[in-house]
Every structure is written in C-alpha cells, then in structure tokens.
C-alpha cells in the first residue's frame, strides 16, 4: 500500500512541478521507502552501532497514548493545556521538631485533622500521587531546609518519601516544594535520574494506570484506593482519587483552574505521558558523549558543524545552536508503527523464548536491504523463527527523519554510485524551512558528522513561513491552506513564481493575490516589450512571409553609438552586476528586485525616447542612430530574458525562441563587462534624467486632459542646475 501510493503521488507531485517550471531532472529520483532509501538507511544506523553511536535503552521517554508510539524532542510542541491545581497534604514522619522549623522559616506546613504536621504541595496530576518517590525543594530555599532528608508520608496512599533538594526546583513555582513521580514530566525524570530514586511507574503505554497494585503500597486504605483507579484513564482515576482527597481531608481547598504549558505530539491532540519502554538511539549531543573518532564532545563537535555552514540568512544560525545546546536527551530513533524503513535486527531468543535484547544479530551489510519480520536471521533456519533457542526479529521501524537524514548521501549516491558520490558530495546547498532546522537539517548534519566527519553541505539557505491575509502560519490545523494548483492555472506559473520569489530568506511572506496579480502584469509586458522592441522596422501590416524574411536582431554592441543608448547599456551592466552579487550571496529577492526596476524604466521610459528613431518609418533618421537604437533594444531584450529566466521560467523561454536557438535557461549568465565597455564611459544616470523629463511632459498632457499621443508644439522644462546638457542630449 505504502509503495503503491508513493507512486501515485509522485505522479501528482511530477505533474505539479513541471507546471511550476522546477529545474528537476526527472532521471535522478529516489523514494524513502524504496530499495536503495532502505540499504542505506541500514547500512548507516549499522555502521552507527558498530561504532557505538547507536544503543538501545529501557528508560523513561515521551509517548503518544494516541499514535501508540515513542515521540522524539524534536517531534514536540508545547501548547497551551487547561488543567487544575490540587493542594495536597503530606504527613510528616517523625520529625515535628523539623516541620516547626520548616512553618517558622515559612514553608506551607498545616495541622492536619488527625493532628499530623502535614508539608503542603502543589500539583495538577494528583493521579500520579502513586507514584510518587519524593518531594523536591530547592537547596537554597530556607524554608524546606530544616525538612531536607526527612520523610513524609503521601496522602491516602501513606508511603513513606524522602524530602530532598534540588537545584532544578523553583522556589517560586506553586508552593516552593513539588512532589516527584516516576513520571509527570521530563523534570521527574531529571530529579529521578539525578537524585537515584526508584521508579514506581503506574502508566500503561494505553494511557491507562497498571491494573495490578503496585507491591510499594502496602496501607490497606491506600491499595483500597488504588484499586479503585486500577486500569482507568488518567482523567478516570484521577476524578476518584480527588474525590477521596476531598473527604479524608487531604486535599486542602478546591481545585483552582489553571492553563499550562504541555508537551504534545506535533501530530497529536492528547498530552504526551512519560513511559518507561526499550527504544534505540542515535547519540546527539544530548547525553555527555566524546566521539572517539575525534576526542571531542560530540555536542561541542555539532556547534563546531554549525559554525561551518554559511546560513542564509545569518542569524538562522542561532536556532540551530540553541537547539544544540538545550538537548537533554539523544535522537530516539525507534517508532511502533507500520508503514516505515525497518531496523535490520534479530534477537536470540533464550531457552524459555524469551528475546535477548543484549544479543543482537545483525546481516552483512551486502544482504542490505533486509525485513526482520520475513527475512531469516543470519545463521538460522526460518524455523527457529520465535521458537525457544531461536531467534526473533526487531518488530519496530525507523523514524522517518532517520532516512531523511541521510538525504545528501542517497541524492549523491552513496552505496550505489561512488564514482557520483565522489563528485558530488558533500553538496553545496540545502534549501528548507526555518521551522525543520532542529529536525532536517540537524539530524543530517549529526549523521553526516559520524559517519565523515564533516558537513553534508556548504551553505543552507533558510525560508519563512507563509503567512495568510490576517499574518498567521498558514497551516493544515487551522485549515487556512492556499493550495498553488488554483493560482497556477488562474494566473501561470510565472506570476505565482514571482511572488514567490519576492519573498527574502529568513522572513515570512503574507500570501498576497494582489502580489501575483503584479507577476502576472510583468510576464506580459516582458512578451509584449520584447515583441514590440525586437519588431522595430518591421511593417505593422507585414505578411508571414515578410516577417520569415527580417534578419535576426543584431546583438554587436560596437553599432551602439548614441549617447542615451550607451547610457541605457551602462544601466544594464549595473544592475547585472548588483543581480550576481545578490544571487551570489542567496538574496534572490534582492536579483528580481533590481532587475524589475530596470525592466519597468526601460518600457516606460527608455523605449518611448527611441521608438521613433528606432522604428525610422519616414528614413529621417541616420542609418547609424537608427542600429545604434535597434542594436541596444536588442541587447537590453536578450539581457533582461537572462536575467528574469531563473523567476519567469516560460515567458522567458518564449521570447528567447524567437530569435535564438536553444533555451534561454542552458544559456550563459550575461556579464557586465561588455556592456560596461560598449556603453564607453556614458553616465548611466542619463536615462533616469531622460525619464524624469518624459514624467514632466506626461504629466502636462494629463493635466490638460488630452491622450497621451497628442503631439506638443513646442515646450520648456525648467531644470536643477547641471542636469540641463543630460536633458538636451536625449531631447
């Protein structure tokens, strides 16, 4: 199912593209899920546990009760989550004399009914209080001082829990003391880990608390209680463990509302629990890790990588170094899904057909690509498949980033063309969304750093988000998507292109109609200009056989020889210089901007000042000025329809065929130096000058309301001082 939709899909993405006008060759392709994705997602998570970069752990981590599924940090997203707080009465075991100095320093102590000295805390999964192992203070907090290393008692349950401290604790948070259970949230598991406690943990991986009592309750009103909750969800158990706290006492006060943050599957509408399960991992400079390829910290070693890469725009950098360096945990690799690129592990079963997660069998690296669940462990028969003294193979797959991280290496043919991959790699560019830099391109910079040791690319060039009209994401969940199929065929693919590419990296476009609609209007005018410009001498009423018959426009700039002409190629050679520079330095919104602005000076301005000679329908003018002008129209065509290529892909092409072989976009780049040399030291400021005076002159007709083709007698223009000759010379 999975490859039959992959190849539906990319017949719908192929089509979409070409539309487009993508420059994608269509023989280089590749599929995350077909063969050759799958050999080397293998072979590099292989090479990654020979290593010792790849392990595999039976600890606390983040899973979705929804999906089923182990959720790594970069899968997260904290949202806004109701809840309520509960304050809750520990009983202080034994030690009234501490909890009298605790009440005089401060701390939430309280006279319980039965006239226990009781430690109050504040939380809002009072259905944890199972599984609590501590209460946690800060060391400095003077108020819990005097109670540090004593134990209190919890609530209904009454185990018995040290109070320790901890630096991570925040004194000002609730009521300055937390209770720690195995596990509420990643905190626990820091306090957990840190402080050595013991793990009681009561959650199922369905969301649902343990059916059987945990053997640490031993109160027969506490395994009463848990009885109770056995086997609920957690918003089930914990409705009948308040209303126990309401009526022993426990719970001081009612339930104050509360909206906090919480950690979600970014695929996910329920709260992620904490689960203790067996996962692989790939090392990230999460946990403190020295490669022994290079003696570093492997955490030091990725912001080195970071500091390698040219980021476009720069300050993306400091995403990808504060992602860095706020890892707590390494890249979780595993997921309990179906559809994925599979681990190629076996595991020897013991004599009761037990699996031996210690004893892995792996294949050679030869038979890559190999499926556990139907390929036979290396060394066995199919028949010792899940039998005592056999062998069983690794059910979970990889997770998707785990292939698409290794994207550089299948593009350039890793495992498959060394003789390409040689060539090509590491590569020079990698295009992507700001909102990925913690998942794309930081999974493939680590696996491109263990496994060569350096990056898989030179630069990365970071886009924004689009925005919709009201500046919001624009996003599948909120349901305010704009799909480019509509506009491509309403509007062309240049025009949608165009405003695409108005858009500068790093920042985020608002999805504007108006702003294709402006793309659309200069597509035309480039077919229209063009025409118009390389048609000069041609008769309007010319027959087909006529037109077959016009030479080619000539391209030579030596025939430029007036002034407003050579002012117009010095122009050119500006604006093709500031256009390389731009592209050379990723700003390509910066390239179609100048470009644009030349283009529109150039119809408006500097085509109405040499039509007339241009065109010479009455041979009044000299042969020389009329090429000077036919020559510089063409060479202002052919440059502009190379410079717009990479934005106006098609009308660009169009123009380009005809009066040249080939396609525009196999062409060379134009350069400056010619057209700065044919323009032989000619301001080009003049045809900006020459533009100002024809606004003058258009702006007179309008103000006397005739149509712009009504002829002036005469006229004077008053101009600032030094722009006079600049004026003459073109009038």
Same mark, same amino acid.
């Given at each position: 199912l999975c490859e039959r939709l992959t190849v539906e899909d990319e017949a719908q993405f192929e089509a979409l593209w070409r539309q487009l006008g993508l420059s994608v060759d269509w023989r280089q392709n590749y599929q995350t899920i077909g063969p050759r994705a799958r050999k080397v997602a293998q072979a590099a998570f292989l090479r990654n546990l020979a290593r010792g970069e790849a392990y595999q752990a039976a600890a606390p981590g983040l899973w979705d009760?929804?999906?089923?599924?182990?959720?790594?940090?970069?899968?997260?997203?904290?949202?806004?989550?109701?809840?309520?707080?509960?304050?809750?009465?520990?009983?202080?075991?034994?030690?009234?004399?501490?909890?009298?100095?605790?009440?005089?320093?401060?701390?939430?102590?309280?006279?319980?009914?039965?006239?226990?000295?009781?430690?109050?805390?504040?939380?809002?999964?009072?259905?944890?209080?199972?599984?609590?192992?501590?209460?946690?203070?800060?060391?400095?907090?003077?108020?819990?001082?005097?109670?540090?290393?004593?134990?209190?008692?919890?609530?209904?349950?009454?185990?018995?829990?040290?109070?320790?401290?901890?630096?991570?604790?925040?004194?000002?948070?609730?009521?300055?003391?937390?209770?720690?259970?195995?596990?509420?949230?990643?905190?626990?598991?820091?306090?957990?880990?840190?402080?050595?406690?013991?793990?009681?943990?009561?959650?199922r991986k369905d969301g649902r608390l343990e059916s059987e009592t945990p053997e640490w309750i031993t109160d027969e009103t506490g395994r009463a209680m848990y009885a109770q909750m056995a086997g609920k969800t957690t918003f089930s158990a914990r409705a009948a463990l308040v209303e126990r706290l309401a009526t022993t006492g426990e719970m001081r006060g009612e339930p104050t509302k509360t909206v906090r943050q919480t950690n979600f599957f970014e695929k996910g509408d329920k709260p992620l629990e904490i689960v203790t399960s067996r996962q692989?991992?790939?090392?990230?400079?999460?946990?403190?890790?020295?490669?022994?390829?290079?003696?570093?910290?492997?955490?030091?070693?990725?912001?080195?990588?970071?500091?390698?890469?040219?980021?476009?725009?720069?300050?993306?950098?400091?995403?990808y170094e504060n992602w860095v360096k706020g890892l707590n945990n390494d890249w979780l690799i595993s997921r309990q899904r179906f559809f994925g690129v599979p681990f190629p592990l076996w595991y020897k079963l013991d004599d009761e057909g037990q699996p031996l997660y210690d004893e892995v069998i792996v294949p050679d690296e030869s038979a890559l690509p190999v499926d556990p669940s139907s390929d036979t462990a290396p060394g066995y028969t199919e028949e010792q498949r899940g039998v005592p003294g056999g062998f069983v193979g690794e059910l979970d797959i990889m997770d998707t980033w785990a292939t698409s991280s290794l994207s550089p290496q299948l593009v350039c043919g890793w495992l498959h063309d060394e003789d390409l991959f040689a060539r090509v790699y590491p590569m020079?560019?990698?295009?992507?969304?700001?909102?990925?830099?913690?998942?794309?391109?930081?999974?493939?910079?680590?696996?491109?750093?263990?496994?060569?040791?350096?990056?898989?690319?030179?630069?990365?060039?970071?886009?924004?988000?689009?925005?919709?009209?009201?500046?919001?994401?624009?996003?599948?969940?909120?349901?305010?998507?704009?799909?480019?199929?509509?506009?491509?065929?309403?509007?062309?693919?240049?025009?949608?292109?165009?405003?695409?590419?108005?858009?500068?990296?790093?920042?985020?476009?608002?999805?504007e109609e108006t702003q294709i609609k402006i793309g659309r209007r200069l597509a035309i005018k480039v077919l229209n200009a063009s025409k118009f410009a390389l048609s000069m001498g041609v008769p309007w009423d010319a027959d087909e056989a006529a037109l077959a018959a016009v030479p080619a426009p000539s391209l030579e700039a030596r025939e430029v020889t007036e002034d407003? @002409?050579? =002012?117009?190629?010095?122009?050119? &050679?500006? #604006?093709?210089? %500031?256009? !390389? +520079?731009?592209?050379?330095?990723?700003?390509?919104?910066?390239a179609l901007e100048v470009t644009e602005s030349l283009f529109w000076t150039f119809c408006d301005d500097y085509?109405?000042?040499?039509?007339?000679?241009?065109? @010479?329908? =009455?041979?009044?003018?000299?042969? &020389?000025? #009329?090429?000077? %002008?036919? !020559? +510089?129209?063409?060479?202002?065509?052919?440059?502009?329809?190379?410079?717009?290529?990479?934005?106006?892909?098609?009308?660009?092409?169009?123009?380009?065929?005809?009066?040249?072989?080939?396609?525009?976009?196999?062409?060379?780049?134009?350069?400056?130096?010619?057209?700065?040399?044919?323009?032989?030291?000619?301001?080009?400021?003049?045809?900006?000058?020459?533009g100002l005076a024809l606004a003058a002159l258009r702006k007179l007709k309008s103000e006397a309301k005739v149509s712009q083709k009504t002829p002036i007698e005469s006229v004077t223009l008053a101009v600032v001082e030094g722009l006079a000759a600049a004026v003459e010379a073109v009038r």
């Open positions: 009760v929804t999906f089923q599924t182990a959720v790594a940090q970069a899968e997260l997203e904290s949202r806004e989550y109701p809840g309520h707080y509960h304050r809750l009465a520990f009983h202080v075991v034994d030690a009234e004399a501490a909890a009298a100095a605790a009440k005089a320093a401060g701390a939430p102590v309280e006279q319980g009914p039965e006239g226990t000295a009781d430690i109050c805390i504040e939380t809002t999964r009072p259905e944890l209080l199972p599984a609590c192992v501590a209460l946690v203070a800060h060391p400095d907090d003077e108020r819990f001082q005097p109670l540090f290393g004593q134990m209190v008692a919890s609530p209904v349950f009454g185990v018995e829990v040290p109070v320790l401290a901890h630096p991570a604790a925040e004194k000002d948070k609730g009521a300055g003391i937390a209770m720690c259970c195995t596990f509420g949230d990643t905190t626990d598991i820091d306090w957990w880990r840190d402080l050595g406690l013991p793990l009681r943990a009561i959650l692989w991992y790939i090392r990230n400079g999460g946990t403190a890790w020295a490669n022994p390829a290079s003696g570093r910290e492997l955490r030091s070693e990725l912001l080195t990588r970071g500091q390698e890469l040219t980021w476009h725009p720069e300050f993306m950098r400091v995403r020079d560019l990698r295009p992507q969304g700001q909102d990925i830099i913690r998942t794309w391109l930081f999974s493939s910079v680590v696996r491109a750093n263990l496994e060569f040791g350096a990056l898989p690319w030179k630069h990365a060039g970071i886009s924004g988000w689009i925005l919709d009209k009201d500046h919001k994401k624009m996003s599948k969940s909120r349901g305010n998507v704009v799909t480019p199929k509509g506009l491509l065929d309403t509007y062309g693919s240049d025009a949608v292109r165009y405003w695409a590419a108005s858009a500068r990296l790093g920042l985020d476009p608002a999805f407003i @002409d050579r =002012a117009l190629l010095a122009a050119l &050679a500006e #604006v093709v210089e %500031a256009a !390389t +520079t731009a592209f050379e330095g990723y700003e390509h919104a910066r085509i109405e000042l040499v039509k007339e000679r241009a065109n @010479d329908a =009455a041979s009044t003018h000299e042969a &020389a000025a #009329v090429r000077s %002008a036919r !020559t +510089t129209l063409a060479i202002a065509v052919d440059t502009f329809v190379r410079l717009l290529a990479p934005f106006l892909p098609f009308v660009t092409e169009e123009v380009w065929s005809w009066y040249r072989t080939g396609s525009v976009h196999r062409s060379a780049w134009p350069t400056a130096a010619p057209l700065r040399e044919a323009a032989d030291g000619v301001d080009a400021s003049l045809v900006a000058h020459a």
